[in-house]
């Protein structure tokens, strides 16, 4: 008896495991953030002065895609570059030319899916 429940136990984990494969698999398709600046050197950064320049990096670690990039103001406007192609392994920058101080949301759509969000705060 004590078998089955160690078995139905071992079962269940892997059940929740196997389930949380698939989520992370796609969050694995793509790497996306901001940094301040515009070059590929360019860290990830949840924070940029003002008057720096400022990018939204995206590539397809899977294949090629096109991808949509929005950005969401301090004020609650949104603005989207919309369908872009990017080939598998090449980082992509798209220019983020808000000097609004505030929190900026960034997001990139594959096929109409949302595949991430990055926010940063432009300083004041």
């Known amino acids: 008896m004590k078998g089955l429940k160690a078995l139905a136990a071992v079962l269940a984990v892997a059940g929740l495991l196997a389930a949380a494969v698939p989520a992370s698999a796609g969050a694995a398709a793509y790497k996306h953030y901001v940094g301040c600046g515009l070059s590929g050197k360019a860290k990830p950064s949840h924070s940029c002065p003002k008057n ?10 899977k294949g090629d895609v096109f991808y949509s990039v929005c950005v ?13 192609e990017a080939k598998q392994g090449t980082l992509y920058v798209n220019k983020v030319t808000s000097t609004i101080p505030g929190k900026h949301t960034v997001s990139w759509f594959v096929e109409g899916k949302r595949v991430g969000a990055f926010s940063f705060t432009v300083l004041g």
Not at 52 to 61: H, I, M, N, P, R
Not at 72 to 84: I, V, Y
């Open 72 to 84: 969401k103001f301090p004020t609650g406007k949104s603005l989207c570059a919309g369908k872009q």
């Open 52 to 61: 720096s320049k400022k990018g939204a990096f995206f590539k397809s670690l």
